[in-house]
Every structure is written in C-alpha cells, then in structure tokens.
C-alpha cells in the first residue's frame, strides 16, 4: 500500500485522516471560524470551495480567487492542510499556489484533459469518483492522472446515483476495501455527499473507517440553514465535535485490531 | 427500539447477533459439519435454504421437506437457531413446525399475499429487502406482516441492484440507521449476497455492525468452490474464523462506545 | 416467430393488438362504460384489475371476484377478450374460468412457484417484465412457464427502474427487438406504466410500436382525476381516441414497411 | 418549437435529419470513403471524432487537428455538414473553424467551464446527455449554453446506465417527448451508443423517429469489425442503405401523420 506524505501529514497509513470544513467558501470570518473550530477538534485538513460546479447556472457559482486568498490565511492562522476544486486548467496554477491538495469533483472525474494537467504538476491530488462511475472506471480515471508522474493521488468515494433518493446518493462502502486491493492507493470517504442527510453522517463515518477507509471529508457550517449550498448534509459545531469523538475512537480500536490480527497470523504460523 | 426474543436469544439489543450457515442444505452430512463449525465460532442462529428461488428453472431447487428435517436435527445437536425461507403459503406450516425464524427473500419481498399469511402466524420473520425496493417501500412490505398482528419482524439489508457490478449488488448501509430509525425494527445485513465477493465479506461484516446493525448474516461452506449455489460469496472455515474473530471484537468496541456516549450525554447535562 | 390464438385474434402475427382498460376495476358501470368505449375505437382485449398488488397494506386492494364477474359481463356484451392480473395460486381456477388471459405482475416476475402453476394450465398469459429484471432474467422466468408445457406467453416490457424519475419508470424500448430474437415469443408495451404519464402515452405508443411491438397496453378511464389507482397515467376518452387513430396508421404504416422490405430483399436476390 | 439553421439545413422543424459517419476518424481515406457512402444514401450532415475521450488513458486517443483536416476535406468534397467533439477549451477555436457543429459528448455535459466557453460562440451545438443525468439535469446543462448567448442548441439522447447491460445503455426514447415540451429545443437520438448492439439500430432509428426525433445519429464504417472503436455498433454500409430506406419512409409517414391531426383537429373544431 502507498502512502502519501502531504506536509507532516502520512495519508494511507496508520493514522486515520479528518477532512472538514463547508461546501462553499463564504466569507473569510465563515472560513475562519470554521477553520479554528474543526482544528480545535482534531481536523487534519480544511476543505472549502471556491469554484463550485453547479447544476444549475443560476446558482451561486463561489468566490473564485477570493476564497483561496481566504483558505491560505486560514491554513496559515490554524496550522491545517487546505484541499480545494479545480474545474478548469486555466485555475490548477493559482490553485496549486494557494492550497496543499487539488480536488478533482465528482463531474470532472471524466474530464481527462484536466486529470492529465494535474499529473504533469506534483501536488496532492483528491480524485473523487463520478456518481456514474464503476470502480473500474474510477481507477482508470486516476491512471490519467498516474501516468503522467504525479503518483500522489487519494481517491475520494463520495456515492453513486441509484433508483433510491432517500439519500442523495448510495454510499458504495464495498468500493473501499476493493479499490485499496486493486489500486494500492488509500481511499477517503465523504459521508457528507454520500448520504445528502446530516442525520447519518456519523454511522456512516463509523462505517467507512470499518469498512478501511484511510479518512473521511465531511461538511461543517456553523449555521447549516443558512449555508449556500449543501445544508441538508451539514453538520453544526456540536455535531461535528460528537463525530471527532467517535472518529478518534473507532480509528483507535481500529489500530488495534490491526495489531491483534498480526498476532493471530504469526501464533498460527509458530503453531504449524 | 423493539427487540425480538427468540428462544433464549435477544436481537434488536445489546448483542450483535451472528447468523450463518450454506446458501443450500445440500446434505445431511454437510449441513451437520458446517452446523457444528458455526457453533463453534460462535454464531446464533444457523442459516440453510430448503426450497431454494433460483432465476434459472434448470438450476438446483432445493432438498425441500428433506432439508428442513436435516436443519431441524443441526439445531438438535448444536443448540443453534435456525432460519430458511419461504417461498409459497403452502410451504410455511411446515417451515414453521420445523424452525425458528421464517425468512423472505428478495424477490418475494412485494408477493403481498405471502407476507400476509406470514403475518397471521407467531414465528419470528426474516424480511429480505428486495434488490430494487427503495427503504420505503421496505418499509411498507414489513406493514403487511405487522398488521395482520405478527410483530417479530426482523429487516435484512442484502444490497440493491445499480450500475456496477464488480460486486454482486451494492450493499447499502446508510439504510441501516436509516431503517433503524424509522421502523425501530432490528436490522441485520447480508454482506455474501449484498457483495457477492468471499474476500470482502470481513470488511463489510465490520462495516455494517459500525453503521449499526442488530446481527450479520454470512454463507459457509466447507468447501466453496463445491458448492452447489453462491460459492463465490461464501467462507470457508478458516475465513469464517477470522470473521468471528473480528466480529466479536467489534460487537465488544461498540458495546464500549454506547456507553461512553451515554456518559458523554450525562456529563454535558450536568454541566448545563 | 411463434404466433398465439386466443379466440379469434391471433397474438404476433401481421395484426398489431390494443389492450386497455381501467387500472383497477372500480364498478360495474365503470368497467361496463370503458369497455363499450374501447371496444368502439378498435381496442381487441380489455384489461382490468380484480386483484391488486399495492405497496402499502392501507390502498385499496381490489373487488376480488366480484371484479372477475364484472370482466365477464363487459367480455360478454361488448365481445372483447378479457385479461386480469393473478396475484397467488388459489385465485387462479377461477381467473381462468372468468378470463382469457393470465396477467402475471412486474412485482411476481421472481415468484417461481406462481409461474409454474401457470404453466400447468392452458391459458394464455401476459407476463410482465419486473422493474428490477435484466432482459435475461425475464426470459428465464418466462421459462418456468414454459418448461411446464404452457406454450402461450405473451411478454410484456413496461419500464425498468432507474435513477430518474421524472417518468415512474424507464420505457426499455430496446427490449422489444431483442426479447423478440432470443425468445420468439410475442411482445406486448405498456407504456402507461412504463412512463406513468398520460401526456407522452401517445408518442410512446407509437414508438414502441415501430420498435416491433406485437400491441399495445394503455390504460383508459372516463375520469382519471378520480381512478382508485395510477390516475396519472390513464387516458381519459378523447385521448384514448387520438391514441387509437394513430395506432391504425402506424398499424397500417409497418404492415406496409415489412412488405417493401421483403420486395427490396426478393430483387436484390434477382440481381445477384 | 425552435429551429436551427445551419448551412442549407433546418434542424427541428418538419425535415427528420440524418447523421452518420464513424465513431472515431481513423485516416483520410476511411473517412472520404464512408462521406461518400452515406452520401449517396442520404445522409445531412458527417459524424467523426478527432479528439476522443477514452476510458482508459492506453487506449486510441483520436488524431487530433489532423483529424480535423480531413473533415474539412470531406465536406467539401461531399457538400455534408460536419460534426465534431471537444474535450475543452483550447481545442474550440480550431473545431469551430474547421467543422460546422460542435458535439459536447456524455462525459463532459456537467463541464461546465467548457459550457459556458461554447455559449459564448455562435457555433451549432450538439449537447449528449450524460449517461447519468436526469432529463432536468440535462436541460439545465443546456441553459449554460443558452445563457451566454448561443440558442443553437441540439439535444441529443445517447442513453443512460442502468442495471441492465445486454445494451450498451438504455436508450431513454420517453425523454424525447419530454424534452422537447419542456425545452422547444431539438432533439437527436443516438440509437447507436444508446444500445451497443449494430443488431438492434434500425428498430430503434424508427422507434425514436415515431417518438418525435428531430434526427438520428449513428455510427457507420466499411469493416466495424476493424473499427479502431465501438465496432460493436457500427453499421456497415449495406445495412446502413436498410437504415437510411426506412429511415425515409418513416419520416415520410409521420409528416402525413401530422398532417393528418391537424384535419382532424380542424374538422373537430368545425363540427363543435
């Protein structure tokens, strides 16, 4: 299994990664706040959009530049990592200026000639899968990006389109332990997208941590009503702070049953 | 939350239940091997199918009547629980004399005349989610057995039918606290059929207790490749040892954290 | 291709067949009245629901046999064939005896045991494509019909589910052409429930009659703000009207096309 | 209802069009050799890609501008209109002059960057529909377009995923009404990626004409079976001739198809 070294941070090893922060840049007092109290219960890396793809052209479209000038100030103030879209090739270069990991968004994970700019830099890529994508097809995707030299690559499963809408999306946590087999990468989870629903994003962070997910992105606003996008799926601050909780714990147990399991293998092997 | 009593075991509370057993009785001899290894490890409730509902009408279709007297002896000798399906009204008295737990498949899931005469009886029940039913229409077939009066119902995740299909079908865990929540009825998951793939069974047998699930249901064989339905999906004795394994420790870890979340709660009020 | 009598019509022949009817048989004045305002524009069977398969336990369920009664007496006055829908093996002697035609639901497409009953009889039978079946499975199942020696299965595609729902399900047109080349059984579209809107019943029609459609499927009542069931797609009688002008032409149309193809055949084999 | 001129052609209005060339330009003379053909056969406007977005980054990524000199070529040989893909931003000014319509294929309809650049051309446009977006979804993708200022927007319906893979896709043929009631815009089908399957072509080609199509699109080439890609449902030049013969009597018949409603309506309105 590879893992990536993104500042002092190891991605795909023992330590489970947290990534939070909103959907959407708003503000650089939103950010902020928002920054501080994800750092304070043990956030990893700050997520927020700046450009942000849309379906429909009326809505709001983000800050643009503006919100990577605010993420950089954010990273700077709280010691966090920052991760944020790219729709464009003409955006990466300001982009890979202003943050530590570029995140390919769930639409663009078919846009190839994107994903082949992105290898020729060396940054930390997030690559999440397309809500249409078969795993098989998302690992072809991150070859794209693997074949031009930029090896740095985490993939993001975020949920697929199904014939239910009582979630947003069906969370496919069977892709977690089969992409981690086929492609040697480590896999982040976002329950957030994955479920549209902030009531069950904290079983389903439990849930991909045991299924071996190597961390989890989750949206974080302190007023979810009143955030520009993606409310449903948002959690409070007193959520959020529950979720860390169980986060470290899980993550925990999970490290030592790890270690149970090298002991069972290596008692039988003395045994036989 | 209701729980179910059945026999001496409790499901829908503390205790994680563990059901397993071959996906067809093929024999006396071999139902008997896998009975006792099951036992062993310590699952509950032994699983074994009499009459089985294959898409093919050349496929095997079960030792009917046979099966259920060789499931019928397994629980004899072993102490376990037994459960098998159902697949006409003409069948379930004699299931009913011979087992414990009454299960309906996917594809009976919306035969409504099937799950009211089930209704009528006392026997506890096993309600398969059909691969192409949405949570709510799950819902709404358990309705037709509760409201003939018969409310020992137990709800099985089992994976729905999408796009991909490197795995057999998409186990859908974020209907596990989905379901929980709105019925209160005890959940068990599939992860042989909801994944189709013996070498991610263990992972999403984890993963699906972390989501919150009341038991797991799994396919055992002595010899999978021989097996005379689903060898793909099932455990050999070794694997299924490890699954128990890891089972347990993960029953043990959220029994653990239930309570730690509890005194979280506790200490906030008294603060407050 | 295999052919089908069923009194005087012949099932998948040049004839192109039209079959409605109200969802559910709601009175006899109201079957009585749709079926003297079918019979006037063309229709060949008249369709409507005795028993009915609701996904809540709370709709309404059906007359039962005083439906098939009903059947009867429209059948009887107006000289249409009949058709009904059976749910479980004891209503099936007397379906048989009150109809001409078995329907076997898209929700009992998997109940094996229904199937082979059927197939012990020698009725002719409509069976419907579940939502969740690939065309594969459809034929299987339809082969549990004819393993027991009951050769006179009409199949019938009426949408699969998916993950849009702008229509109540997608019309798998595709189907008709490939279920007619594997199975050489007669094809039947129900485009009302395949897309669960009156407004394109029409178009639909037409379109899955040039797709190779043996007939047509649609269901009509004098007032589908008011229907017991599935109001949304029932045609009221003007509709119905327009819907069957266009049927004749386009009836009329490919009866033409097949001949000028068998001629551009016949002289391209005399050139050569 | 819009029409689209573009050249001598008017798309959208009573004239069904018809486009057709290879999946992939492979090589001046394949090209010139398939403008001809279906040429002579009736074809409107040449289909071909030149920069073609692969699956896998290893497999035949498209000639590129070369690709588009040959297109040039052939359109001026032939008098056929031309159509072509982008895949981004940067190769649109070379596309724009060199081809007479700009094709948006599935992968990229929710790229909205590349959108909004096409919008501010006054380039004919063949938008795809993503084979996971819903009918809304794919209208409002369009607006991105509209919104800039471009209205010379073709909808085409290429088909979508679903569980079902004996076809490709499914092709959705009820969109075709839908969309064009809910948009007035134009509507191709492309029964050629919407099922895979050369065999199945010409019944969908009349199928979506009798659905209300505006056009078809599909693949042609002198050996499919050496085709650099889809040879699998690619048509060969004689049962390409089949298709464009039918294609011609289908679009003759449901021109007096309407014209035969508007008497009707007519003779209605005068009689009431």
Redesign the interface.
Known sequence: MATIKIGDLTVGGRQKVLIAGPCAIESREQLLQIAREVKAQGAHILRGGAYK??????SFQGLGPQGLFYLKEAAEETGLLTVTEV????ELDLICKYTDIVQVGA??M?????L?RIGRTDKAVLLKR???A????FL?AS??IL?EGNHRVMLCERG????????RN?????????IK?MSGLPVIVDPSH??GRS??VI??T???????ADGIMVEVHPNPKKALSDGLQTLDFPRFK?LS??FS??AK?LDG?DE??TH?VSRESNLS
Chains 1, 2, 3, 4 share one sequence.
């Open positions: 793809p849309r379906t429909s052209p009326h729709m464009e090739p003409e639409r663009n078919f846009n190839y000639p994107l082949r397309s809500f249409m078969t795993v098989e097809e072809l070859e794209y074949k697929i389109r199904t014939f239910d809408h009582i979630t069906t969370l496919d946590l069977a892709s977690v332990p089969l087999k994955g479920t009531d069950i079983p389903m439990l849930s991909a941590l045991a299924a071996g529950e909780e169980d714990a899980m147990f049953l149970q399991r069972r």
